[in-house]
C-alpha cells in the first residue's frame, strides 16, 4: 500500500433542497438533521464527513437506510456534487476536473456495480461488459477481448451471445461486476451490490469478489446495510447515522470497543469467535503475575500466537492444563490468557 489513499474525502456535506447554503451553514453550528429540515426544508445526506481509503484496501461503509451511505459513495466519482468539502481519487482533486477529464477519470480509474444491475436490455451480455471500454473509444477488438477476459474471471464465458434476460439475479449481478472489471480500473466502488440476492447466490459472490479482490488487488468502497457481510468482506468498516461517520475500525475494533450505545446495539449479536483476536484479550504477563502469586511460571505455559482467535484460542485452551502464554511475532511473550478471561471474552467483555 501507498502512503497517498487511493480515495479520500475530507470534511464531506451534501445537502439537499432550496437553501442548502443556509442549511450548511445552521449545520455546522449544530443543528440537527430534523431542525435542519423543519427550518430549511433541507435534507442532510451527508454530514461533515472524512474517510480515506488506502490503495488494496476493502473498506466497507455501512448504515441502515436513510443513513447516507450510498449518497457518500457517489461522490466519489461526482455522480453527486458535495454541497462542501474535498474530493481526491489517487491523489487527484477530483472538484476540479472540468467535465471531459472527469468523464475519463471515470471511465479509466473507477468501475462502479450498482444494487439493481443497470444491464442495458437490448446489448448482449458481452456488450454490456464491454460498455467502459466503448466509451474510452478502444476498438471493436480491444472491447470484445476485454470483456471475454472480464467474463471468464466471473465464470460466465459461455454466455457472451446471451441477453440478459436469460440470465438469473446472480448471473446478471456477475455481469455488473464483470463490467466494472472490463477496464481493468484501479477503484471498485459497490453500492450494495448482493443485497437483492438469495442467501446463498450473496455468499458465493462474496467468496467470487474477495477471490478476485485479492488476484487483481483493487481498491474498494463497499456499501451494505449488512453488517454481517461488512465484517466478512472489510479490511475496515464505517458506520453511518443521520448522514454522519459515528465510527471506523476494523470489525475487532468496532465489536470489541463501540463508541456510542447505537454502535453498541448493531454489533451486540455479532459471533465474537471469529473477530476477536488474543492480543485484544491477553493480560500483560507481569500483571496476571501479580493476580496468581503462587501460580507456574508464564514460561512453562502452553504457547498461543497473538493473531490467534478466540476459537483457536477456545481449541488450545481446551488441550492445555492452564493458561496460554501469549507470543508476538517474533516469539516473545506478550501476554496471558486464561479461561476465566476467555470465557468473559466470548460473552463480550473485554478489557
Same mark, same amino acid.
Given at each position: 500500500?501507498t502512503d497517498?489513499p487511493?480515495?479520500?474525502?475530507?470534511g464531506v456535506?451534501k445537502?439537499?433542497?432550496?437553501?442548502?447554503q443556509?442549511?450548511l451553514t445552521a449545520?455546522?453550528a449544530g443543528?440537527?438533521?430534523a431542525?435542519?429540515l423543519?427550518?430549511?426544508?433541507c435534507v442532510v445526506?451527508?454530514?461533515?464527513a472524512?474517510v480515506r481509503?488506502?490503495t488494496g484496501e476493502?473498506f466497507c461503509v455501512?448504515?441502515l437506510s436513510?443513513?447516507?451511505?450510498?449518497?457518500l459513495v457517489?461522490?466519489?466519482n461526482?455522480l453527486?456534487?458535495?454541497? =462542501?468539502g474535498?474530493?481526491?481519487?489517487?491523489?487527484e482533486d477530483? %472538484?476540479a476536473?472540468?467535465p471531459?477529464a %472527469?468523464?475519463?477519470?471515470?471511465?479509466?480509474?473507477?468501475g462502479?456495480?450498482f444494487q439493481? @444491475?443497470?444491464?442495458?436490455?437490448h446489448r448482449t451480455?458481452?456488450?454490456?461488459?464491454?460498455?467502459?471500454?466503448?466509451?474510452?473509444?478502444?476498438?471493436l477488438?480491444?472491447?470484445?477481448?476485454?470483456?471475454e477476459?472480464?467474463?471468464a474471471?466471473?465464470g460466465?464465458?459461455?454466455?457472451?451471445d446471451?441477453?440478459?434476460?436469460a440470465?438469473?439475479g446472480?448471473? #446478471?449481478?456477475r455481469v455488473?461486476? =464483470?463490467?466494472?472489471?472490463a477496464a481493468d480500473?484501479?477503484?471498485?466502488l459497490m453500492?450494495?451490490? @448482493?443485497?437483492?440476492?438469495?442467501p446463498l447466490?450473496?455468499?458465493?459472490l #462474496?467468496?467470487e @469478489?474477495?477471490? %478476485?479482490?485479492r488476484e487483481?488487488?483493487?481498491?474498494?468502497?463497499?456499501?451494505?446495510h449488512d453488517?454481517?457481510?461488512a465484517i466478512?468482506i472489510g479490511?475496515?468498516?464505517?458506520?453511518?447515522?443521520d448522514?454522519?461517520i459515528?465510527?471506523?475500525?476494523?470489525a475487532?475494533e468496532i465489536?470489541?470497543?463501540?463508541r456510542?450505545?447505537?454502535?453498541?446495539? @448493531?454489533v451486540?449479536?455479532?459471533?465474537?469467535?471469529?473477530?476477536v483476536?488474543a492480543?485484544?484479550i491477553m493480560e500483560?504477563?507481569?500483571?496476571w503475575?501479580?493476580r496468581?502469586p503462587?501460580?507456574p511460571?508464564?514460561?512453562g505455559?502452553?504457547v498461543?500466537e497473538a493473531?490467534m482467535? %478466540?476459537?483457536?484460542?477456545?481449541? &488450545?485452551s481446551a488441550e492445555a492444563?492452564?493458561?496460554l &502464554?501469549?507470543r508476538?511475532? #517474533?516469539?516473545?511473550v506478550v501476554?496471558v490468557v486464561?479461561r476465566?478471561?476467555?470465557?468473559r471474552?466470548?460473552?463480550?467483555?473485554?478489557?
Amino acid at each position: 500500500m501507498t502512503d497517498t489513499p487511493a480515495i479520500e474525502l475530507e470534511g464531506v456535506w451534501k445537502i439537499f433542497g432550496p437553501r442548502e447554503q443556509e442549511a450548511l451553514t445552521a449545520a455546522r453550528a449544530g443543528l440537527s438533521k430534523a431542525e435542519v429540515l423543519q427550518r430549511y426544508n433541507c435534507v442532510v445526506g451527508v454530514a461533515d464527513a472524512t474517510v480515506r481509503v488506502a490503495t488494496g484496501e476493502i473498506f466497507c461503509v455501512m448504515g441502515l437506510s436513510g443513513s447516507g451511505k450510498s449518497t457518500l459513495v457517489r461522490h466519489v466519482n461526482r455522480l453527486l456534487e458535495p454541497t =462542501a468539502g474535498a474530493v481526491r481519487v489517487m491523489g487527484e482533486d477530483m %472538484l476540479a476536473k472540468p467535465p471531459a477529464a %472527469l468523464r475519463a477519470a471515470r471511465a479509466a480509474r473507477i468501475g462502479m456495480v450498482f444494487q439493481h @444491475f443497470g444491464l442495458m436490455p437490448h446489448r448482449t451480455v458481452r456488450e454490456n461488459v464491454a460498455l467502459p471500454l466503448e466509451i474510452q473509444g478502444a476498438s471493436l477488438r480491444q472491447r470484445f477481448d476485454s470483456a471475454e477476459g472480464a467474463l471468464a474471471k466471473v465464470g460466465l464465458a459461455d454466455w457472451g451471445d446471451r441477453l440478459p434476460a436469460a440470465l438469473s439475479g446472480g448471473m #446478471q449481478q456477475r455481469v455488473g461486476l =464483470a463490467r466494472a472489471l472490463a477496464a481493468d480500473p484501479p477503484i471498485l466502488l459497490m453500492d450494495e451490490p @448482493f443485497s437483492a440476492l438469495d442467501p446463498l447466490i450473496r455468499r458465493q459472490l #462474496q467468496d467470487e @469478489f474477495l477471490r %478476485l479482490s485479492r488476484e487483481m488487488g483493487k481498491t474498494t468502497m463497499f456499501i451494505t446495510h449488512d453488517l454481517d457481510e461488512a465484517i466478512r468482506i472489510g479490511s475496515r468498516i464505517a458506520i453511518m447515522k443521520d448522514g454522519e461517520i459515528i465510527q471506523t475500525g476494523t470489525a475487532e475494533e468496532i465489536v470489541t470497543s463501540p463508541r456510542t450505545d447505537y454502535v453498541a446495539d @448493531f454489533v451486540a449479536h455479532i459471533p465474537r469467535l471469529d473477530i476477536v483476536h488474543a492480543h485484544r484479550i491477553m493480560e500483560a504477563p507481569e500483571a496476571w503475575r501479580a493476580r496468581n502469586p503462587g501460580a507456574p511460571p508464564v514460561e512453562g505455559m502452553a504457547v498461543a500466537e497473538a493473531g490467534m482467535t %478466540l476459537s483457536a484460542l477456545v481449541r &488450545a485452551s481446551a488441550e492445555a492444563e492452564g493458561p496460554l &502464554a501469549i507470543r508476538d511475532g #517474533q516469539g516473545a511473550v506478550v501476554g496471558v490468557v486464561d479461561r476465566t478471561r476467555l470465557l468473559r471474552a466470548i460473552q463480550g467483555e473485554f478489557g
